[in-house]
């Protein structure tokens, strides 16, 4: 009951939030954030009572919804979902605060962004494969219209583009599902998994890849990924958070939930050419963020680049890959999240994102200097912060899938400082260069209200990865052992000495 | 006894010149007695096959017809009025709104 | 034995209370309050360190302090867990020790500056990720201090962040120690899939059962990994380009970081993995190679730079490149013996030189200066006597450890690598001669020289100690040919791994020797030739003594010597003026380039045209098609009844053609 609660929380206050009259902007900002807060906390009680060592569903509540064909509203959350669900509900009430800049159709902007959450909660939640869809849709819906109604200038070219090109593979991923159905007379998860030998046949490469290939638009993969710098640049600042602590989360998600455990033998098959993509996304991804003369398109290219790291763990077929690449997700939202926020208080100030346009801003914002370097070392995975527990467990497993994987992916460490430094340094350091930004007002208190909790949380995370993963590792533990270890991967363990095993 | 076929005639010809009616000319309300026109000439036909399989049914059908017609009748003429009034001309030609 | 473990963490945890102290709450205190807590919190930890080493008995198992976990995922494991032996109870005492007196010489050296605070919790901060670096029980909490104190590194070389070469230097620094880190992040990897774990015990346990490598293999990669992540952080060629650069930071921190104590966690790393090292002959033969060509190349830039701090800072890279060819020729405990040597009197140098910087008014070039002798005196004999050390002159510090890492190349078998860092030798005393006869001989040069003022007794001070250090720091050391007792091999042993005999059999087979010298077991502890090991003594201090006189003549007795080479060997100076062209090089290489295709290529030709254009190309092939069909759209509602009739006529027609059949 919990859970369902979490997950319609949102939606029903979106609802109650339309009783507010529109001339009073300010109760209805903070309603929308007392919501969003409400959320938070209540998701604080899932973890508390979420059963550590059990690697089944928990929370689970099955309801028949539509009787022919047999659909259920049916949610339950393992360790992953867990996590994903609490990055989502504590990146939310953050995400609103840092909108309070928002004048126009408040309204309509808090409820959409509390249906959104609801939309991409439930992803997380769902058990029933049509469930899953609907909410996959409704978490669309709001996005589409948060980037066309209060984005920035090319928003509505870039609202169509995102739109289209997540409809595009979810297209795809309907026809699975109703194939699915076909084939297993059924839309539950734990049924599917439980008779995967029904669609075992030569269909199971073409709903593999059906499935991928949503999944891969969404998070994004290249060469897929072209909505992404898009969508990010023109979107207002709490919807570039959400699209990319959270949304791009979904694609990997589902590639976690469904793509591994339910086509294995498909999964092993295609992973090389998905490992290279993933390979090319975090290389290519670093090496165009370095050329960007935007700063928030710096960070949606930087995206791919991070994201190709979750691939790369996913199809690793490991438990150490595995792991990291569900704490990398998290550490993604951190990091990026944080990111997107300081920009975006950046672009209240001066409604400009060209890196040439600032320049020694450390003299007239000390504080928000310091702030940015935290969440820019986090993003470049300097240990002790977040990033990098996630990206070295992934260069781990993979390196036991193959060394040359961890090669290749290690060279973003080199590349991500570089970027990111040089973009620092060019927007803070030295003289102030630009007679418009030397009287720029230093963080507020809301402001720092909601940069310190995302600071706090990469540090914490850094540092006491343990209570992260101890959820967790259940969860990953048997989505590897569903998925098995593919023949390609399995002779590759390096010769070990005697007395090398703990 | 009238054979149906009488009927099936009577009411194809109807509907032809509703049909007709409909494309030929130009004033809207011409236009929508042809539509009405059309549908009695349907309605015909139902009661003649319904009497000849004799199915009541299809008398119930024509009831509905007769009703849904009446309203939209209602309806359509509303609209025309407010066509009148905002185009004074009752011309289907002049109205092209739905244009690519 | 004890049976109390010592609380290793208290070390680490003092100077991160103290950044966190002058981080969160420095900014509105005075200096004396921030200066105090900075000081005090290093030189507690220093006094911690010394109770350790005579209470804790550093002995032949190493303490291990486990404080927390930290990463635990599937069957990988890591912890925060610190580790006391011998070699990090020496880094500690160095590290806190010449920390502790830098830290009170910039209390008046930064006395002036703004952001006094900010300055002493990022020095604090360094301190904290050093002693995590020395004091790590695994590789990747080495790993958490190697970072950290990079970015410490960047933090202060960019100190001064309105000055664009000081923050392109911290870049810099910053990225080519990240691409050091690649390599070491990936030896990491592959100790993981070798010994299964990174903790040190588990690691050197597993190699010490493994064979001596013949070629290359597993063992070898590894190890050269793990040098290219010393390289960057040691500065060693081919990345040491970033260290001469980082001198745009303030002079303590270059003595602090950038010669002291940062630079030289890449020797302490290798010899901390000494027993993977002893078991690849190819590994370690590339690290002595590596560590000969610094110490020749950077010497010979060294020769002909102006700058006080920049011949400073070749002449660090050169000293490292001598720790690395002790630690590649087998003898780790020489390297480690110069890295501590050279500690006390490179620090001495630089904050020597910052004395002179501060009296000369923030004038770096040697040009202005001159005959600063006599207006400071106490700065002139501390740096007199580092020069002696660094020189090799004995009984100075120097000396020892030097003599005995070039004894070691020879005895090793590796005579030339004994040459080329003889040579080294002599040029090191040169251009060290060089800069103390520019500085402090001849007449001023400026105004700034001939109003030179000495520093106060808080900078003074700080100078004294580290000289007395310079002087009698190498005794502990005397090798046994000399009369000594070799104190500190003794003391090092438990942590290092002795070369294995097949090694030299192996070296000897290979051929990689040119020149057949005898070469005994290096196994015993006995020197067998301590006639030999004598007469190599007597070569390093004549040729040490040589650049000295070189370097007199040259600047003292006939000051025109100087300019009269250079423009004899016109080409040849201006190479060496311009480093040999490699930051050039590497700009053009990597840097230039790699943008260009980013932009040119991966952006605007990959992404915008290829990608985006064929996603533009789907949507407008659509409409196109749905431009054709719309024209059916008249607006007319009579032809669109028509299409209805044609469509139901066609419709018609179609039923009696199928029921026809």
Redesign the interface.
């Known amino acids: 009951m919990l859970l369902t609660l979490v997950i319609l929380l949102p939606a029903v206050s979106a609802l109650a939030l339309l009783t507010i009259p529109s001339s009073q902007p300010e109760t209805i900002r903070r309603a929308g954030f007392a919501a969003a807060l409400i959320v938070f906390m209540l998701s604080l009680g899932l973890l508390w009572q979420f059963e550590s060592n059990a690697a089944g569903y928990q929370f689970e509540s099955d309801l028949p919804w539509i009787g022919i064909p047999d659909i259920h509203f049916h949610l339950g959350i393992d360790g992953i979902s867990l996590w994903l669900i609490l990055l989502t509900t504590f990146l939310m009430p953050i995400a609103l605060l840092a909108s309070w800049g928002i004048t126009e159709r408040v309204k309509a902007f808090f409820c959409l962004f509390l249906l959104l959450e609801t939309g991409m909660m439930g992803v997380f939640a769902s058990l029933d494969l049509f469930l899953f869809y609907v909410f996959w849709e409704v978490s669309l819906v709001p996005m589409y219209f948060i980037i066309g109604v209060w984005g920035h200038g090319r928003r509505v070219y870039a609202a169509i ?1 995102f739109f ?2 997540t409809m595009a593979g979810s297209t795809l991923m309907l026809v699975a599902i109703v194939w699915l159905y076909r084939a297993a007379h059924t839309f539950s998860v734990p049924a599917l998994l439980a008779h995967r030998e029904l669609f075992s046949g030569p269909e199971q490469g073409w709903l593999f890849l059906a499935f991928f290939v949503a999944f891969a638009i969404k998070v994004p993969m290249f ?1 897929l ?3 992404l710098p898009d969508a990010h640049t023109e979107a207002p600042t709490a919807g570039s958070v959400m699209l990319a602590a959270v949304m791009l989360k979904m694609g990997t998600y589902g590639m976690v939930r469904f793509c591994l455990p339910l086509f294995p033998e498909a999964a092993g098959r295609h992973a090389p050419w998905i490992i290279a993509l993933a390979l090319i996304g975090i290389v ?1 991804g670093a ?2 963020a ?3 003369p935007n700063i928030k398109k710096l960070v949606a290219y930087s995206s791919v680049s991070h994201l190709g790291f979750v691939v790369l763990g996913v199809f690793a077929f ?3 890959a ?3 690449a569900v ?1 990398q997700m998290l550490n993604h939202g951190i990091s990026t999240g944080g990111l997107f926020l300081l920009v975006g208080m950046l672009y209240d100030r001066r409604h400009r994102f060209e890196i040439a346009e600032y320049g ?1 801003l ?2 007239p914002m000390p504080i928000y200097t310091s702030f940015f370097l935290f969440v820019t ?1 986090s993003s470049i995975g ?3 912060l977040n990033g ?2 996630g990206e ?2 992934v ?3 993979a ?2 899938a193959r ?1 040359v994987y ?2 290749i992916a ?2 973003a ?2 590349l991500s ?2 970027y990111m ?2 973009m620092y ?1 060019r927007v ?4 102030n260069t630009n007679p418009a930004n030397a009287n720029l007002p230093d963080l507020s208190l809301r402001e720092k209200t909601v940069a310190i909790p995302v600071m706090a949380m990469a540090l914490i995370m850094g ?1 006491a ?2 209570w992260f ?1 101890k959820p967790m ?1 259940a969860s990953t ?1 048997r989505v590897v052992k569903q998925t098995g270890v593919p023949a390609h991967v399995k002779n590759a ?10 | 006894m009238i054979p149906v076929s009488w009927y099936l005639i009577l009411s194809a010809v109807l509907f032809v010149l509703g049909v007709a009616g409909f494309l030929i000319k130009r004033n809207v309300i011409t236009v929508f007695m042809s539509i009405e026109l059309m549908l009695n000439a349907v309605n015909l036909s139902f009661v003649a096959f319904g009497y000849m399989l004799g199915d009541y049914n299809a008398h119930i059908f024509v009831f509905f017809v007769m009703v849904v017609a009446a309203a939209e009748a209602a309806v359509g003429l509303a609209i025309i009025m407010l066509m009148y009034h905002n185009r004074k001309s009752l011309n289907v030609d002049d109205i092209e709104l739905l244009k690519f | 034995m004890e049976t109390t473990t010592p609380q290793l963490w208290i070390l680490p945890a003092l100077p991160l209370l103290g950044a966190a102290i002058n981080g969160f709450f420095g900014k509105r205190q005075s200096r004396a309050f921030i200066g105090g807590v900075a000081c005090s919190t290093v030189g507690l930890a220093f006094l911690y360190a010394v109770y350790l080493f005579f209470t804790a008995g550093v002995g032949d198992t190493p303490r291990i302090d486990y404080i927390a976990p930290w990463i635990s995922a599937g069957s990988f494991h890591a912890d925060f867990s610190l580790y006391l032996d011998p070699l990090s109870m020496l880094m500690t005492l160095v590290v806190t020790g010449v920390g502790f007196l830098i830290h009170v010489y910039a209390t008046e050296y930064m006395a002036h500056e703004d952001g006094f605070y900010r300055f002493f919790c990022y020095l604090n901060l360094f301190m904290f990720f050093m002693l995590t670096l020395v004091l790590a029980g695994n590789y990747l909490l080495l790993f958490v201090g190697w970072e950290g104190v990079g970015l410490c590194s960047y933090l202060l070389i960019g100190f001064y962040y309105l000055k664009q070469s000081a923050i392109i230097a911290g870049k810099k620094a910053f990225v080519v120690n990240r691409i050091g880190d690649f390599g070491f992040t990936l030896a990491m990897l592959l100790i993981i899939g070798t010994a299964g774990s990174l903790d040190y015990g588990t690691v050197f346990k597993a190699f010490q059962n493994a064979p001596v490598e013949n070629g290359v293999g597993a063992v070898t990669i590894i190890c050269l990994l793990l040098m290219m992540g010393a390289c960057g952080k040691s500065a060693q060629v081919p990345l040491y380009v970033w260290l001469p650069d980082a001198m745009e930071g303030p002079t303590p921190v270059s003595a602090l970081i950038h010669a002291a104590t940062m630079v030289t966690a890449g020797v302490y790393m290798v010899a901390r993995s000494s027993h993977l090292f002893v078991k690849s002959p190819v590994a370690m033969e590339v690290v002595a190679v590596i560590g000969c060509i610094t110490c020749i190349f950077a010497a010979t830039i060294g020769l002909v730079q102006t700058d006080i701090k920049r011949v400073l800072a070749y002449s660090t890279v050169s000293q490292l490149g001598y720790m690395f060819l002790g630690c590649g020729v087998g003898a780790f405990s020489a390297g480690v013996f110069h890295l501590m040597t050279h500690a006390f009197f490179k620090a001495l140098l630089f904050l020597g030189a910052g004395s002179v910087i501060t009296a000369m008014h923030h004038e770096q070039e040697m040009g202005a200066m001159g005959g600063l002798r006599k207006k400071i005196p106490t700065t002139f004999m501390t740096m007199l006597l580092a020069c002696l050390a660094i020189s090799g002159i004995p009984p100075f510090a120097g000396f020892f450890s030097k003599d005995e890492i070039l004894w070691s190349a020879w005895h090793n078998g590796h005579p030339w690598l004994w040459l080329g860092g003889s040579i080294t030798a002599g040029m090191t005393a040169f251009y060290m001669f060089r800069l103390l006869f520019l500085t402090f001989f001849g007449e001023p040069r400026s105004d700034h020289a001939q109003h030179a003022h000495e520093s106060p007794s808080t900078m003074t001070v700080p100078l004294i100690c580290l000289a007395v250090l310079s002087v009698i720091g190498g005794w502990i050391g005397v090798p046994k040919a000399l009369g000594g007792s070799a104190h500190f091999e003794h003391f090092l042993e438990p942590s290092l791994a002795r070369v294995p005999v097949e090694f030299s059999a192996y070296a000897r087979a290979s051929g990689s020797d040119p020149i057949d010298i005898p070469r005994p077991n290096p196994e015993p502890a006995e020197p067998e030739e301590p006639g030999a090991e004598r007469l190599f003594s007597l070569i390093a201090v004549v040729i040490g003594a040589s650049g000295i006189g070189l370097a007199y003549y040259a600047y003292v007795v006939k000051p025109e010597t100087g300019q009269k080479l250079s423009a004899q060997f016109h080409g040849a100076y201006r190479v060496l003026l311009n480093k040999y062209y490699v930051d050039e090089l590497y700009e053009v290489l990597f840097l230039k380039s790699t943008t260009a295709v980013s932009r040119e290529v991966l952006w605007h030709a990959v992404d915008e045209t290829v990608i985006d254009g064929a996603a533009n190309g789907v949507g407008s092939t659509a409409r196109a098609m749905g431009g054709f069909a719309r024209l059916m759209q008249s607006g007319f509602i009579r032809s669109y009844a028509a299409w209805v009739l044609f469509g139901a006529v066609g419709a018609l027609f179609y039923m009696i053609l199928q029921w026809a059949k």
């Open positions: 583009k289209l090109f060469p990924h072209t909505w290519y090496l165009v370095m050329v960007q490991n438990q150490i595995m792991d990291g704490y020694g450390s003299t070392l300097l240990p002790l990098f527990v070295f467990l260069l781990v497993g390196s036991q060394f961890s090669i290690g060279t460490t080199i400082a570089v430094l040089w340094q803070f350091l030295g003289e540092v990865s343990g993963f590792e533990a363990a390096p010769a070990t000495y005697e007395g090398g095993t703990r």
